[in-house]
């Protein structure tokens, strides 16, 4: 649908160290270069440049026209922000690439790259700084109850009352947030934010989200709460208009939406909401779901495919008999005689010396040029058929 979700491939590669991710981008980026392509590049590789790779693709593509250049100019392109290329010409890492030796080329190449950090700085304005690439995995745990404000060699992310109440609804409590920050922190954990993390732990699940009861249809999930102004309040909040929030008494409102859907647009407003199953137990919920790719089958030669078509339908015998047939016509009209050579009941074969007069309803009528006989053949039992001997 209109949602870009991570595959499974791709979540485990996000959690991957910065040299393993770049080996995993410059392998796919080789296998989009033909091999027959690639093979003659790395045979030339000692006067690797752009232009010679032009030059070999419009060589053994001929007719690649625009779409093999623009092809061409996307794999350059590629090649330079994976470091394989300086201004369009590739470097001794793209030649190593080529040659598929990928992990001395990101060997060479680990040495260039930003040292990844496990420590941070926390700070009182609710900013938490990375002083360089933070490492995968407590990146993610950090994203889980903190906004991603700024991206780069030095990231920043915001502790807010809305990102903590989504990280304890994936199932963070206020003393594991505690804990983990102090695990990394360079600075401990600033009065502030140990004031916003405990005060959203105590407001947490103040809203209370569930799916309907079946004798509430057509409502799907059911809103609560024992603060009926906090009730009031969500029913007459514009910015969940689009939930459809309807007031079914002072504690509790209905939606005709999932009860997912539901959750994450009061979490978005900034609600202290949390998700519950029938029995009141809070339940935790995940925002980030995994695509599951399909298997992709294996797209067949499609020559080989054409020749298995025409030996299915060649299976009796139907594709040679006809092309004998045309070439008698073509014989019967130009009044040419040929050698048709006839198998024989017993195996053998026999030549005939022919001039074929006419090809209907599977069989030949011919006149034998050698016993000025006329003859009346099956095609079926015919085996070839070649030119007259010269004077014939």
């Keep these: 649908g209109p949602v870009w979700l991570e595959s499974e491939r791709g979540a485990e590669w996000a959690m991957r160290g910065t040299g393993a991710r770049w080996i995993t981008l410059a392998e796919s980026w080789r296998e989009r270069i033909p091999a027959a392509l690639r093979d003659l590049v790395v045979r030339r590789s000692e006067g690797l440049s752009a232009s010679s790779v032009r030059d070999d693709a419009a060589w053994y593509y001929p007719g690649g026209g625009r779409w093999l250049a623009d092809g061409l100019d996307r794999l350059l ?168 929030l309807r007031q079914a008494g002072p504690h509790r409102l209905m939606s005709r939406f999932p009860p997912d859907v539901v959750f994450w647009g009061l979490s978005d407003a900034r609600y202290p909401v949390a998700a519950e199953d029938a029995q009141g137990r809070i339940i935790r919920l995940r925002r980030h779901h995994v695509g599951h790719a399909p298997a992709v089958a294996p797209r067949p030669d499609p020559i080989e495919d054409l020749l298995d078509r025409i030996a299915e339908a060649d299976a009796g015998g139907g594709t040679e008999q006809a092309w004998l047939a045309r070439q008698l016509e073509a014989a019967a009209r130009a009044k040419e005689t040929l050698t048709v050579t006839v198998r024989m009941p017993g195996g053998d074969t026999a030549d005939y010396l022919l001039a074929p007069a006419s090809v209907a309803n599977g069989r030949l009528r011919a006149r034998d040029r050698k016993a000025d006989i006329e003859r009346t053949l099956p095609i079926s039992a015919i085996a070839a058929v070649a030119p007259a001997p010269a004077g014939s």
Excluded at 171 to 177: K, R, V
């Design 77 to 244: 392109e590629d090649a330079e922000a994976l470091g394989l290329a300086v201004a369009g010409e590739p470097v001794d890492t793209a030649r190593l690439v080529l040659a598929g030796d990928v992990p001395s080329a990101a060997e060479r190449l680990a040495r260039h790259f930003p040292h990844q950090v496990d420590r941070v700085y926390v700070q009182h304005d609710l900013t938490i700084v990375s002083p360089g690439p933070l490492e995968p995995s407590l990146d993610a745990r950090l994203r889980g109850f903190a906004d991603v404000e700024g991206r780069d060699l030095a990231s920043s992310y915001r502790v807010t009352a809305a990102s903590v109440n989504r990280g304890l609804a994936a199932g963070e409590t206020a003393e594991s947030i505690r804990s983990f920050l102090e695990s990394i922190s360079l600075t401990g954990i600033p009065q502030p934010l140990e004031y916003l993390v405990g005060e959203s732990a105590a407001r947490f699940g103040s809203v209370r989200v569930s799916a309907a009861d079946a004798s509430d249809a057509p409502a799907r999930a059911s809103v609560r709460s024992d603060d009926a102004q906090l009730i009031g309040t969500l029913a007459v909040d514009q910015s969940l208009s689009a939930l459809g």
